[in-house]
């Protein structure tokens, strides 16, 4: 008797379900097998760290600042970080006088729950009409690494020995230093232009283009002479990096203390 042509649909959808549930099964016992293999290797391997990297704003003494967060938490070979504490914890603390007082009490919130927080924040601090590139990190023991960066003028003394004119460009320079306490950032700032042979304006008539000029001519400077300077007002640095954008070369020219440091 021939089957009805229902129950021969029935059969096939029946078949294919039980392909399917096959397929399945291997993949969960794969899945489930990986899941085993990785956490025996996190007992194994150096413990890995996530970092949260978000934006707000700060309200300083200064005005508000655009802080740029990047939070680091070891996971103790646990899979997973609260996330969203992270954020929470730096949301409770985005006003203050000095940035790193804020950020330890962000580190001792943090740290009552996830342990080992790096906290990196960079930002631009205004001074004068200029800003200084600044990246503070509160290391697990408190201590705080700086990077500042700031550009200016520099007029080469070779082009002003022959031709009693040297040509001008910007330099950037860049400080690192740790620290135990906090920094001045205006001094910083202040300091650094002084390595310069002149310092960048945002805006300038033309007398005061004139003396900025006269002023750069007569303090003329290599790019190792900015990484000297530098040095000589900041004798505790970890790393200086002066960069000459050359106005009459297609190369640039850079100086770096020590030499052997990236």
């Known amino acids: 008797m021939d089957r009805h042509p229902q129950q021969i649909k029935r059969e096939r959808q029946d078949k294919k379900k ?72 730096t949301l409770n603390h985005t006003s203050g006088r000095y940035i790193e007082d804020s950020l330890v ?15 990196n924040v960079k ?5 004068q009409d200029q800003f200084l590139d600044t990246s503070i990190t509160l290391n697990p023991n ?8 700031l550009t ?3 007029s080469c003394p070779c082009s ?10 910007r330099t950037i320079l860049t400080l690192k230093l740790h620290q135990t306490d906090m920094i001045n950032f205006e001094e910083v700032a202040l300091n650094l232009n002084e390595c310069f042979s002149a310092s960048l304006k945002e805006f300038l008539n033309r007398a005061d283009e004139a003396n900025k000029i006269i002023d750069a001519q007569n303090n003329s400077k290599f790019v190792e002479d900015v990484v000297r ?34």
């Not at 002003?160 to 460009?169: D, E, L, P, T």
């Not at 040095?231 to 203390?257: C, G, P, V």
Request: one cysteine or more; aromatic letters at 8%.
């Open 18 to 89: 039980h392909h399917r549930n096959i397929a399945k099964t291997s993949e969960m016992k794969t899945i489930i097998k990986t899941v085993m293999e990785e956490k025996k290797l996190s007992k194994i391997l150096p413990t890995p760290y996530v970092a949260s990297n978000f934006k707000t704003l700060y309200n300083s003494d200064v005005g508000p600042l655009f802080l740029n967060f990047t939070i680091s938490v070891s996971t103790q070979n646990t899979r997973g970080v609260h996330m969203s504490r992270l954020i929470k914890s």
């Open 142 to 149: 408190k201590d705080f690494d700086y990077v500042f960066k």
């Open 229 to 262: 300077d530098c040095l000589k007002r900041f004798t505790n640095a970890k790393y200086i990096h002066a960069q000459s954008l050359e106005s009459i070369h297609s190369h640039d020219a850079i100086a770096t203390w020590p030499k052997n440091s990236v």
């Open 105 to 119: 009490k962000i580190h001792d919130e943090i740290t009552q729950t996830q342990p080992n927080c790096i906290i």
């Open 160 to 169: 002003k020995a022959i031709s009693g004119v040297g040509h001008m460009q």
């Open 152 to 154: 200016g003028i520099t």
């Open 123 to 127: 930002f631009q601090f205004p001074v």
